[in-house]
């Protein structure tokens, strides 16, 4: 319980950046600034937690990293590769893969592992269907198994990215089929899995009908034109001109 506690009070790497907070017609036009995120921040993140946590110490030589590569059955990329496609620094990644390479040997995490990760973290609730589709959104080539690159990749979206960027990639977990667009049933089952996580020890508490209520409001507005599903479009559009909605998906940086 006390560890859920400390996750639900997360600030930083929110998916949404600062939603309810500054309006949006006030950003636009100004600059995407990096933020500053320290290492006591990044373990605010389940994620990054449960890797650290498994991290050799920050004395040790940093050419380790680089030699491991060659030790795994799954040899990630060159270290120098992954810090141009992220925003995470060298000396981050090497941390995140000394962890990584501790807890998954084989250089691959499957779906049992994210299940084992989010029920010590949520114990109290059940973490089950949300680890599933999560696990989902970060194996992108849906085979079953997520790499070094593609872990820190999704890391650094949700972490550091951009709102459109992070927001493309709440599209994308909520799309459970992978067919394009999302339907009602689609968005409540992500909800539900949510709920089912950790709503019944959030504060205030969330009612039964909750999940429900959150779906319905989103859909009337993101359905722009009424046919059932809602686009990658309809849902960039409306999430970046709607507060009320970025707010609200703020629920999301308290569970990644």
Excluded at 26 to 55: D, F, H, N
Aim: hydrophobic share 35%; charged share 25%.
């Amino acid at each position: 319980m006390h560890r859920a506690k400390e996750v639900m009070k997360v600030s930083d790497g929110s998916l949404l950046g600062d939603p309810g907070r500054t309006p949006l017609s006030k950003k636009e036009g100004v600059k995407w600034q990096r933020p500053r995120l320290t290492r006591q921040a990044l373990m605010r993140c389940c994620l990054v937690k449960w890797i650290l946590s498994s991290a050799a110490p920050q004395g040790s030589d940093s050419s380790d990293s680089e030699l491991e590569l060659s030790t795994v059955r799954h040899q990630p990329e060159g270290l120098d590769q992954l810090q141009a496609q992220t925003k995470f620094t060298k000396k981050e990644l090497q941390s995140l893969y000394r962890g990584f390479k501790n807890e998954c040997p084989t250089g691959l995490v499957d779906e049992d592992t994210f299940k084992l990760i989010y029920s010590q973290f949520f114990p109290q609730g059940d973490a089950t269907t949300y680890a599933h589709f999560l696990f989902n959104a970060f194996d992108a080539d849906g085979n079953g198994a997520i790499r070094f690159e593609d872990f820190v990749v999704g890391l650094s979206i949700l972490l550091r990215g951009t709102v459109h960027e992070k927001l493309k990639w709440a599209f994308n977990l909520y799309d459970i089929n992978k067919d394009g667009y999302i339907t009602k049933e689609e968005m409540l089952a992500i909800m539900k899995s949510i709920y089912d996580m950790m709503g019944r020890h959030t504060y205030p508490i969330l009612r039964e009908d909750a999940p429900l209520e959150h779906v319905e409001r989103f859909f009337q507005k993101m359905d722009r034109n009424q046919d059932g599903v809602v686009t990658i479009d309809e849902f960039l559009e409306t999430c970046q001109k709607d507060e009320n909605i970025m707010s609200s998906m703020q629920l999301f940086e308290n569970v990644i």
